[in-house]
């Protein structure tokens, strides 16, 4: 048993898988509302011998940041700067024979209804499916659950996707909302 299966299983979490997660594609992580969230995530998926890349402010990948955060997949995004980080990812996805990229579509762990829809543009000119994960801390439960392939309606397609995530308990539930 690896490591982080052992602190799960300590701390009471089970992992459901219900779909196979493709080795190109988006994992749209959900609720996000503290940053227990990353460490959950991250110890859910090194528990599966997975590794997936994720997005984070750059001044989490400068040094001494960079010494942890590289190694474990940090994608640097520099909000000063109008990059269009879309297609850096997307660029990622196309050199790459493999390639998981986590993010959270709230864009913050404040309460926002109003989803970032980066992620969604990112599955789709990559070309890649968009894995449904949410993590609900009432019932201390990850679910890998649904497969979302864009179809180019993004209101449709976002609906069909909140709508798997309205029963899920963040840590702070107060602050997610679909």
């Avoid at 989803?115 to 789709?124: D, L, N």
């Avoid at 968009?130 to 649904?146: P, S």
Wanted: aromatic residues 12%.
């Amino acid at each position: 048993m690896n490591i982080s299966k052992f602190i799960l299983k300590k701390a009471g979490w089970k992992i459901n898988v219900n779909v196979e997660i493709p080795d190109k594609c988006v994992i749209c992580v959900a609720p996000h509302t503290s940053n227990w969230d990353f460490i959950m995530g991250k110890l859910v998926y090194w528990s599966m011998n997975k590794e997936a890349s994720f997005l984070v402010k750059k001044q989490w990948t400068v040094f001494p940041f960079s010494i942890v955060a590289k190694p474990m997949g940090a994608i640097p995004v520099d909000r000063t700067k109008s990059t269009s980080v879309t297609e850096q990812v997307v660029k990622m996805f196309k050199q790459r024979d493999k390639f998981q990229v986590a993010i959270t579509p709230e864009g913050t762990r404040k309460k926002n209804s109003n989803w970032k829809k980066g992620f969604y543009f990112i599955a789709q000119n990559a070309n890649v499916p968009i894995v449904l994960a949410g993590m609900d801390y009432e019932k201390k439960l990850m679910i890998f659950g649904k497969i979302i392939i864009p179809k180019g309606d993004i209101n449709a397609d976002m609906k069909e996707m909140k709508n798997f995530y309205k029963d899920f308990k963040g840590k702070n539930p107060e602050n997610f909302s679909i």
